[in-house]
């Protein structure tokens, strides 16, 4: 899922610098070549201006959120106009870093499979230290105003990319890129500098649906949409309760995130790696393996996962969705591993253990 950044930098930030002389255009130029030097592969800008609400009303309306992501509700009106985040905004810097990984990529080894974006760093340190550093340029060098966001803002940082020409936002959701397909990283900077903005970019999924039917548990309603709840990735990211046996049946090991909708997606057949180090697959990260996961405390947890996505789990929510998702009937030594998980403090963990065991035992 879609799940992309957005975390505030701290506060909008100005100084009394007198404004750059260049003209829109050249500073566009400007902005887009320092976005690119500090490790961004791609840099659009949109006018800042209030967001037609009727496609994010109408996920809302139709029940397509979860109680796990109430915050993306309750910040509305921020998330549909740029103004309210930072009065006086002129436009949005969309940025997009590439987190694709090296084809052809070797077998992973483990039986529960990680989301690629989960493979390596947490994308949240890695973009936000050069989201920061953009905006501290434009503070310092050009004298702007900014509102810095990577993934857990008040940002609707898909439309802003499509607005800003940097990809369409898919049938699956995900925003595309033609060359870069959709493994991809969002940012936003809401500014008060006057940019040249580029044109939005056109939608070029034509008839393609291959991601639709992809989706293990079907929960791309209709394109475009997601419904969060039958989502694989809001289970087992955001949700924090038992997962419905309905779709852990369906999970195929997922234990952490699903692709199975960008897999399917002919965009991202030749999608080059992406550049940022850090964000590349760890080998002991692409798949972890049954026994280790059922076995881990908290220690083990934070030793293990301290600085990437899968902390966002934490153990207590990785052992859950292992046992959720664990290939049945158990193996023998799952088994025992199970029924000692019983009696954990954790209610979603002692719930996937007792329907793991009746689904094996029964």
């Known amino acids: 899922m879609a799940r992309f ?11 009394e610098i007198p404004p750059f002389r260049d003209g829109p255009r050249e500073l566009a130029d400007r902005v887009k070549r320092k976005a690119a030097s500090l490790g961004f592969d791609l840099c659009g800008i949109a006018r800042a201006e209030r967001v037609d609400p009727a496609r994010f009303d109408r996920w809302i309306e139709r029940g397509w959120d979860g109680p796990a992501i109430a915050y993306v509700r309750e910040r509305r009106a921020e998330r549909l106009d740029p103004s309210l985040l930072l009065p006086g905004a002129r436009t949005v810097v969309a940025l997009a870093a590439s987190y694709a990984p090296d084809l052809p990529e070797a077998p992973a080894t483990g039986e529960l499979r990680v ?61 595309i890129h033609p060359q870069l397909g959709s493994w991809l990283l969002l940012g936003a ?63 195929d090991g997922r234990v952490f995130g699903c692709d199975a909708c960008q897999e399917a997606c002919p965009w ?14 760890r080998p002991q990260q692409r798949a972890l393996s049954l026994v ?10 934070r030793a293990r996962f301290t600085g990437t996505p899968l902390l966002r789990a934490g153990r207590d929510g990785l052992v859950r969705s292992a046992l959720a998702v664990a290939k049945r009937p158990l193996a023998p030594e799952v088994r025992e591993l199970a029924r000692k998980l019983l009696e954990d403090p954790a209610e979603g963990v002692r719930v996937e253990a007792r329907r793991a065991l009746s689904a094996t035992e029964g």
């Open 5 to 15: 950044f957005a975390l505030p930098c701290p506060g909008v930030q100005g100084n």
């Open 115 to 175: 989301a690629r974006y989960a493979q390596g760093r947490d994308y949240h340190n890695v973009v936000l230290k050069p989201a920061r550093k953009l905006a501290a340029w434009l503070r310092e060098d050009l004298g702007a105003r900014v509102y810095c966001e990577v993934d857990t803002g008040a940002v609707l940082e898909k439309e802003w990319a499509q607005r800003a020409g940097i990809g369409w936002i898919g049938k699956n959701g995900c925003l």
């Open 189 to 251: 900077l809401v500014t008060d500098l006057d940019l040249a903005t580029d044109a939005p970019h056109p939608d070029r999924c034509g008839e393609c649906v291959a991601c639709i039917p992809a989706c293990p548990t079907a929960a791309i309603p209709e394109p475009r949409y997601v419904d969060a709840q039958r989502c694989l990735a809001y289970h087992t990211i955001e949700h924090r309760g038992p997962i419905p046996g309905e779709l852990s049946r369906k999970a």
């Open 268 to 281: 991202n057949r030749r999608a080059p790696a992406g550049k940022l180090v850090p964000l590349r697959a």
């Open 292 to 301: 280790g996961t059922l076995g881990l405390t908290h220690e083990d947890a």
